[in-house]
């Protein structure tokens, strides 16, 4: 993840005190014409970021198992929204960032998906009870690597038999060594697709992947 520091320093912390600067604006998203809220102290405020569009896209190269989704940092709520809308299915929304929280349950009810979606604080897993058929992330790389690898690695205890893990990483920003973390959790990890420098990584957890 890249943004302009004085206002994104915080965004993976759990209250973030930048001054208010709300920021609107609309965005097409797997089809559909979205509207966001956003604020300082969330990241990428002014746009959703070109990793998160690579994710997103991406999904089109790959196969998605039926059941619910975790957006795993959610920030004001792209990922999630977007799912929502556009597969029709429940997503659980969660960051620790309360402020992005916020604006993602405003930014759900704006697009119409606030009875598809269930927005929640936790800190990485540690208020997920339930198992998903995709968890998708874009991981905030400034938090630190223990942070990102923890990310990659443990979803796989909260993944059904058949789920997937979908991470965006740059290559330079270490999107190989993410690749190896998720295969060494996994035992399996592939690229599907690549867009200047970003990497979409993929696992699956289940019997018969670990190969």
């Known amino acids: ?66 059941g619910k989704i975790l957006d795993l940092g959610t920030g004001y709520g792209p990922v999630g929204i977007s799912l929502a809308k556009a597969y029709q299915r429940q997503v659980d929304m969660v960051d620790v960032n309360e402020r992005a929280l916020d604006l993602a349950r405003k ?46 690695q443990e979803a796989k205890n909260h993944l059904q038999d058949g789920g997937k893990l979908i991470a965006v990483l740059q290559k330079k920003q270490g999107a190989p060594s993410a690749q190896k973390n998720m295969a060494a959790a996994f035992g399996n990890a592939k690229i599907i697709h690549k867009d200047k420098g970003y990497y979409i990584l993929e696992s699956m957890y289940g019997t018969g992947t670990n190969i």
């Open 1 to 66: 993840m890249t943004d302009k520091k004085n206002s994104s320093e915080q965004y993976f912390t759990a209250n973030p005190n930048a001054e208010h600067n709300y920021h609107n604006f609309e965005f097409n998203l797997l089809g559909h014409q979205l509207e966001f809220t956003t604020d300082s102290g969330v990241f990428s405020k002014s746009t959703v970021d070109f990793g998160t569009r690579t994710m997103l896209n991406a999904l089109e190269k790959t196969s998605l198992p039926n």
């Open 107 to 152: 930014n759900a009810e704006k697009n119409g998906v606030s009875q598809q979606v269930m927005v929640f604080q936790s800190d990485i897993y540690a208020n997920i009870k339930d198992k998903y058929a995709l968890i998708m992330v874009n991981p905030p790389i400034r938090a630190g690597k223990i942070v990102v690898t923890k990310m990659l």
